[in-house]
């Protein structure tokens, strides 16, 4: 019989579900609970498959329209925010909805109508196409909010008046590249009003930091998440900027190339905020069975935060 080579596995912590992604699933969970199926989710609940996909055989329709829902059945907004015509819409329909959007997302939604309704132009920092981007930029009219993605875009703004600007940001982009937009943001404009607390969220935030943590003992980092994950995305991005040269993203275990990982002595493993801990330990029972495994835990912070669910589900909670 072979011996298994050694390996260790440096376990990143904080990892996975945020407090934002785990109340929009209980938010679903619990609609189902209260008005049985089918009920229908605008956009997936959260941006992972093995989780929509377990949703749905409980008896979720994820669509992406309100068109395409029943007027008759409960819609739920999902946690990355929608526009503002979106609510509006459902309730022109007398549709019953339930809003999933994460409350620091909303947060973000809340600053720029204020800034707004103080005369400011809005410049929001984050990924084009993203829903939460749209839903963000969908709170106010058309041209009130102008969107950046690079250092390079801030020289290339036409704004309105260079004295009246705030800026916001996505709150799952990566934390070391937002930092040198908001400094070329300053620099072109220094009047602009940034936000009190950082729009980037702690869950974001928290496991970027842990993945700079392992990055110096690895030879390979995997993160589990979906390829549509904005935050899963960053921490691969972020484990090659700290010298990782094999960061790579997988769904779960099947999905591992394990001849890319020949001859590794240590792998670091996190997840993304909307990837459950089923998956983490699937990928490492995966690497149990093909290594001596030695696993250690870094962890970088403790997170105790928790999200209430809308008032209409907490007696079914």
């Known amino acids: 019989m072979t011996q298994k080579p050694a390996l260790t596995l440096y376990l990143a912590a904080p990892r996975g579900f945020c407090a934002g992604v785990d109340r929009a699933i209980k938010i679903v969970e619990l609609a189902l609970e209260k008005y049985g199926a089918p009920v229908y989710v605008r956009h997936e609940i959260v941006h992972n498959k093995y989780v929509v996909d377990?949703?749905?055989?409980?008896?979720?329709?994820?669509?992406?329209?309100?068109?395409?829902?029943?007027?008759?059945?409960?819609?739920?907004?999902?946690?990355?925010?929608?526009?503002?015509?979106?609510?509006?819409?459902?309730?022109?329909?007398?549709?019953?909805?339930?809003?999933?959007?994460?409350?620091?997302?909303?947060?973000?939604?809340?600053?720029?109508?204020?800034?707004?309704?103080?005369?400011?132009?809005?410049?929001?920092?984050?990924?084009?196409?993203?829903?939460?981007?749209?839903?963000?930029?969908?709170?106010?009219?058309?041209?009130?909010?102008?969107?950046?993605?690079?250092?390079?875009?801030?020289?290339h703004l036409q704004v309105r008046d260079e004295q009246k600007l705030a800026f916001i940001t996505q709150t799952t982009l990566s934390v070391d590249d937002t930092i040198g937009i908001v400094t070329a943001l300053r620099s072109r404009f220094p009047a602009i009003i940034g936000p009190h607390k950082e729009d980037i969220c702690y869950a974001t935030t928290n496991r970027q930091e842990a993945v700079k943590?392992?990055?110096?003992?690895?030879?390979?980092?995997?993160?589990?998440?979906?390829?549509?994950?904005?935050?899963?995305?960053?921490?691969?991005?972020?484990?090659?900027?700290?010298?990782?040269?094999?960061?790579?993203?997988?769904?779960?275990?099947?999905?591992?190339?394990?001849?890319?990982?020949?001859?590794?002595?240590?792998?670091g493993i996190t997840a993304g905020a909307s990837a459950p801990e089923d998956l983490v330990n699937e990928v490492i029972d995966a690497f149990d069975a093909r290594y001596n495994l030695h696993v250690e835990l870094v962890e970088t912070a403790k997170e105790r935060v928790e999200f209430k669910v809308p008032r209409q589900l907490r007696e079914t909670a």
């Open 54 to 155: 377990g949703l749905r055989a409980k008896g979720a329709v994820f669509v992406e329209e309100l068109d395409d829902c029943p007027t008759d059945r409960p819609v739920i907004f999902s946690a990355h925010g929608v526009p503002k015509s979106v609510p509006e819409e459902a309730q022109n329909r007398q549709m019953l909805y339930l809003d999933a959007t994460c409350p620091l997302v909303s947060k973000v939604h809340i600053e720029a109508e204020r800034h707004h309704a103080n005369g400011l132009q809005m410049i929001m920092i984050g990924h084009a196409g993203h829903p939460e981007t749209i839903g963000t930029m969908g709170q106010l009219p058309d041209g009130e909010v102008l969107l950046v993605e690079t250092v390079d875009d801030v020289a």
């Open 213 to 267: 943590a392992i990055a110096p003992k690895i030879d390979a980092l995997l993160v589990i998440g979906a390829p549509n994950s904005s935050n899963s995305q960053r921490l691969v991005e972020v484990g090659r900027a700290r010298g990782c040269a094999y960061a790579q993203l997988v769904q779960r275990a099947a999905n591992i190339d394990w001849r890319a990982l020949d001859g590794i002595r240590a792998i």
